[in-house]
């Protein structure tokens, strides 16, 4: 028996942690791997055990699992296994308790449980898995598909190219071989033919005009580098004759016309994804109003709900892969036209130089044919890439046929009766004008579409799904709508499907996160289709990558380190005066001599006298006002009044007498 140590942060399951991390050395690209303490029929971790004991045992672990499938009929491999090895340990209901040892039994209910997922039949769960699993490791990006073509080509090359380099042809009969083999590059490594191929005799004359066999004295002589360096000039500029030949209607009948080829399957492509995209989006909308329907009735189901689901995870995981797809093919026929267009004028630029001139000088043409090389390698690149797209789409097909089969066309039809099927847009149109307002909820940050300018390109969580909706109803995948307003989180933005699972989710957004988390355990296909890799430490999603990574794994991230050391750690004593050569000594003496008996002088004269150069730098003074404040009256009479018979006097009367003698407004 044995005790996991914590390998991970405070807080984090040992056990769940170490078997997150177990199958690190099963992907190419993942060099580094922690040690994980698992109990074996035969071996058992220790945290002595060097670091080649602990993968062999691992591997042998999951090459158990393996056997054991395929002992039963079913071949599964060793990426598929590990992958559902963290999808048990994650599922809660599997009970592997992280607080106590483990023993023989708890590995192989391990073993037990991987085995029986992996041999389940007919489960859209699993098709998923293997969906995920098979794009994960063929898909590629294009510029990682453009540099493992050119490594595949240079490794079929080698040998030639060898042979060519390494000749040390004498005789006229092994001069002629290596000119044969020359041709032969040529040919295999611009892509236009073989040897055998009715584009060889035009090849032979385009490179004898070029590269005659009188000058192999010279090839022979230079060096291996420089040899493969003139070896793929040639290869442009001779694929760049052919190419302007076939374009003049001179020659080049055996070479493909790569843009008529492109412009016809690149359409094709097009629309059977967007056929394929169609029918995958139908079932998802299906799916969804039927789980919709039966959330929360007490109406007995023909098929289970969480078939339904599962079923729903795969259609949804399929949708996702062919958008992604069909963003390639978009992005390739843009480049393809970019590529045509700039063939079609370096071509007519040839075309002007050659019929214009009788005599063309090589440093004129070269360039060019060099380049309509590189633009025509740059369409057979393209047209590989639509190729590879094409089998990739293909090869999806065969992971729905578990969710097909159980809910055939007319099973399905027959549960819809009576129920409202909406489309994504429909839901998000309907949902749309239903906006949230900051102010009721001013602890959280919003972005709503009037005040966020490209908030359709904010990077959403969970692809767009809203979290809020898939705790509630139990699974449920419903697309959020940024227009309702877009949550940001700890750096992160969320989208809902209504107001109110917007208010609610940010009423308790940390809560909501964690519960996600727990949901994708118990389904691990929603790991990948809602790009939960934050929250496992193991994970990354094929979308964000790097490069030579693989499977939902990331390499335990380290940090390149270096200390720099001083050449010389005390000062030099280096006499810069010093000569070694006595004639040089020699001749600063008699020039040292030489001056002893010269004088110089100088004097004033009248041109130079009291001059010099002066500059004056002055900033020119800028015009400048400021505004004061103004005061404003108006004039109004002051009143006055007048108190007659305050001081005595002869009146009439023996009170006071008032006067008013303030004059008129008017006045």
């Not at 429909?426 to 579409?449: A, H």
């Not at 030579?548 to 005390?570: A, F, M, Y």
Request: proline share 4%.
């Amino acid at each position: 028996m044995l005790r996991l140590p914590l390998l991970a942060a405070p807080g984090t399951p040992p056990f769940l942690f170490t078997f997150l991390l177990a199958t690190v050395k099963l992907y190419p690209a993942a060099r580094d791997l922690l040690f994980i303490f698992i109990l074996n029929k035969s071996a058992v971790f220790t945290p002595s055990m060097s670091r080649a004991h602990a993968e062999s045992v691992i591997k042998n672990i999951i090459r158990e699992i393996a056997q054991q499938c395929a002992s039963k009929g079913d071949a599964v491999s060793e990426t598929l296994v590990a992958f559902m090895v963290k999808a048990v340990v994650l599922d809660p209901d599997n009970l592997f308790n992280v607080d106590r040892t483990l023993t023989k039994q708890d590995v192989q209910k391990l073993i037990e449980l991987c085995v029986g997922k992996l041999l389940e039949k007919e489960s859209p769960s699993l098709d998923t898995i293997k969906m995920q699993v098979f794009f994960d490791m063929n898909y590629t990006s294009r510029r990682e598909f453009v540099e493992e073509h050119q490594k595949v080509l240079q490794a079929r090359l080698l040998p030639l190219c060898r042979e060519i380099t390494d000749s040390r042809a004498k005789t006229r009969e092994d001069l002629e071989g290596l000119y044969d083999k020359i041709i032969s590059y040529v040919l295999l490594r611009s892509g236009l033919g073989s040897a055998t191929h009715i584009t060889a005799r035009e090849t032979t004359a385009a490179l004898e005009s070029v590269f005659p066999q009188v000058e192999l004295a010279t090839f022979m002589s230079l060096l291996k580098k420089d040899k493969e360096q003139q070896l793929n000039e040639l290869t442009m500029i001779v694929t760049g004759i052919l190419l302007f030949n076939k374009d003049s209607g001179k020659g080049g009948e055996g070479i493909e016309d790569l843009p008529a080829i492109l412009n016809e399957a690149l359409p094709a492509a097009s629309r059977d994804i967007e056929n394929e995209l169609e029918g995958t989006q139908k079932l998802a909308w299906q799916y969804t109003a039927l789980l919709e329907s039966l959330t929360g009735s007490d109406t007995d189901s023909a098929v289970h709900p969480n078939l339904i689901k599962k079923a729903l995870y795969n259609v949804r995981q399929h949708e996702a892969f062919l958008k992604l797809l069909l963003a390639d093919v978009i992005l390739c026929a843009k480049q393809v036209e970019i590529l045509q267009t700039e063939l079609t004028a370096r071509m007519a630029m040839l075309k002007a130089i050659v019929h214009t001139n009788t005599v063309v000088p090589t440093s004129q043409v070269f360039p060019h044919f060099t380049v309509v090389a590189k633009l025509w390698a740059g369409l057979q690149d393209e047209v590989l890439l639509l190729s590879t797209l094409n089998n990739m789409v293909v090869s999806l097909r065969p992971y729905l046929s578990a969710q097909a089969h159980l809910l055939g066309a007319g099973p399905l039809q027959q549960l819809l009766e009576g129920i409202t099927i909406k489309t994504d847009l429909e839901r998000l149109t309907e949902s749309g004008e239903d906006r949230i307002d900051p102010v009721e909820m001013k602890s959280c940050e919003w972005f709503l579409p009037e005040t966020t300018a490209n908030i359709d390109k904010l990077p959403l969580q969970y692809r767009g799904v809203c979290g809020y909706t898939l705790i509630k109803k139990d699974g449920l995948l419903l697309p959020g709508n940024p227009n309702i307003g877009v949550l940001k989180h700890k750096e992160k933005f969320y989208s809902f499907s209504s107001r109110q699972a917007a208010f609610e989710f940010a009423s308790k957004a940390d809560e909501y996160i964690e519960l996600v988390a727990e949901r994708a355990k118990k389904s691990p296909e929603l790991i990948q289709l809602l790009e939960l890799h934050q929250q496992f430490a193991s994970v990354t999603p094929y979308s964000q990558m790097q490069s030579g990574e693989r499977l939902l794994v990331k390499p335990i991230t380290k940090s390149d380190s270096s200390t720099q050391t001083d050449t010389h750690l005390l000062e030099s004593n280096i006499v810069k005066s010093y000569e070694w050569n006595e004639w040089e000594l020699r001749r600063k003496a008699i020039k040292l001599a030489n001056l002893r008996g010269k004088v110089t002088r100088s004097m004033q004269t009248n041109l130079s006298h009291m001059r010099r150069h002066n500059t004056t730098q002055t900033f020119l003074p800028k015009d400048a006002a400021c505004q004061t404040k103004r005061d404003g009256h108006s004039n109004v009479p002051k009143p006055q009044v007048y108190l007659a018979g305050l001081r005595g006097g002869e009146t009439t009367t023996t009170h006071m007498t008032k006067v008013n003698l303030t004059r008129a407004v008017d006045e």
